[in-house]
């Protein structure tokens, strides 16, 4: 028999073989509890209603530069941190807050970054793209379009060269999928067998560029890693207990040892791709039918109102927790103060020793 390496354990599957692993769709969805559906609807409306403010200040003038807001898309992030372990790590885009806050960030602290000032969480000099929460093992916030694909590939190793179990979930969009080091980092995470889930957020734009003109084979993004013996699932990521169910196989797969795992998650983004985007590229009707007829929110409360497990009363009163939540975090970020004159000399180089 031949003698196996740690880098070389067993082959990457033949492409074939891993298409017939990879599905479209995930098996029938198993239904969530009363409690999974309550705190999926907390988790996705703080986001949403997050992002609703984060929109308002912004065109109050109380934030300036890039603002990416992720409302539509909140079940792929809820899903996939309800099926994560506490201490995996996450990395993601300049599409962020949704995923700090999630990670267990301080809402004040997330808003106050993103207004500039000396409570937020990167002390104010990071602003929408730099949000990071490596306490709640969230590594950012990424200007750079596919920057956290090699970086999330990384943390899977290092962390599995020190000897733990953790998983990594890379995050990024499908026009992000089309970038070469994605491949270089498939190709590195196929040969090692690294602990990584890759999570396409699908939501088929890239600023104006619709995913049918600018990626090849759009309709299975999922297979995207195919030659490098990845298996891939689409998702529907409207559903946040498909993304939940689909995000524990992947995560499943990367702990065993079984290598990387690709879980494409078919979403849409309800705003622009940034504040200053008129979104010209693609019709209201399009929106509206989004969500009129998918909305992850809407979902999980008329599951709610539909097994009488809620009343109208409950969902609201839900929502007016997370709305004094979300107020709390605007008071604080348009009153704390800017940061002091020294912060321009502080986090410039890293300390040496520093891990
Ligand atoms: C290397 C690089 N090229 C181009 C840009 C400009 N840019 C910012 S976001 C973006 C689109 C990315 O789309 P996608 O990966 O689908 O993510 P989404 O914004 O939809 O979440 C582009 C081209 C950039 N930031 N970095
Ligand atoms: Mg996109």
Redesign the pocket.
């Known amino acids: 028999m031949a003698r196996k390496t740690a880098s070389a354990a067993k082959r990457p599957a033949a492409p074939r073989k891993a298409a017939r692993k990879s599905r479209k769709r995930a098996p029938a969805v198993a239904d969530f509890t009363r409690d999974e559906e309550f705190a999926a609807l907390r988790t996705m409306l703080l986001v949403r209603r997050f992002e609703e403010k984060a929109g308002q200040l912004y065109g109050m003038g109380h934030i300036g530069g890039f603002c ?1 807001l992720y409302i539509g ?1 909140e079940a792929v992030v809820t899903g996939v941190f309800m099926a994560r372990r506490a201490d995996d790590e996450v990395i993601t ?3 962020c807050h949704g995923h700090a806050i999630v990670s267990g960030a301080d809402p004040k602290a997330v808003m106050a970054e993103l207004t500039g000032r000396a409570g937020g969480i990167s002390h104010g000099k990071g602003g929408s793209m730099h949000i990071f929460n490596t306490a709640g093992h969230f590594w950012g916030g990424h ?5 956290q694909v090699p970086l999330g590939t990384g943390l899977a190793f290092a962390r599995r060269y020190g000897g733990s179990d953790q998983v990594s979930l890379t995050f ?6 089309n ?1 070469g080091q994605v491949y270089e980092s498939f190709n590195m995470a196929s040969i090692w067998k690294l602990p990584v889930v890759y999570v396409i ?7 104006g ?1 619709a ?1 049918t003109r600018s990626a090849a084979r759009p309709e299975e993004l999922y297979m995207r890693g195919a030659a490098f013996g990845i298996p891939g699932e689409q998702v529907d990521g409207m559903d946040v207990r498909a993304v939940k169910a689909a995000a524990e196989r992947a995560i499943a797969h990367a702990r065993s040892g079984k290598g990387p795992y690709i879980l494409e998650m078919q979403t849409y ?1 309800y705003r622009g ?2 504040m200053s985007d008129p979104a010209k590229y693609r019709t209201r009707e399009e929106v509206q039918k989004m969500r009129q007829e998918h909305d992850p929110i809407e979902q999980v409360k008329r599951r709610l109102l539909d097994k009488e497990w809620a009343s109208a009363e409950d969902l609201k009163e839900v929502d007016a927790q997370v709305r004094k939540i979300v107020t709390a975090a605007a008071e604080f970020a348009t009153s704390a103060p800017q940061p002091a004159d020294e912060e321009l000399w502080t986090d410039v180089y890293a300390q040496a020793g520093r891990g």
Request: proline share 0%; aromatic share 10%; no cysteine.
């Open positions: 990416h898309q885009s300049y599409r200007g750079i379009v596919g920057a990024f969009g499908e026009g992000a999928a970038q957020e699908n939501n088929r734009y890239a600023m560029t995913v983004r791709h940034s």
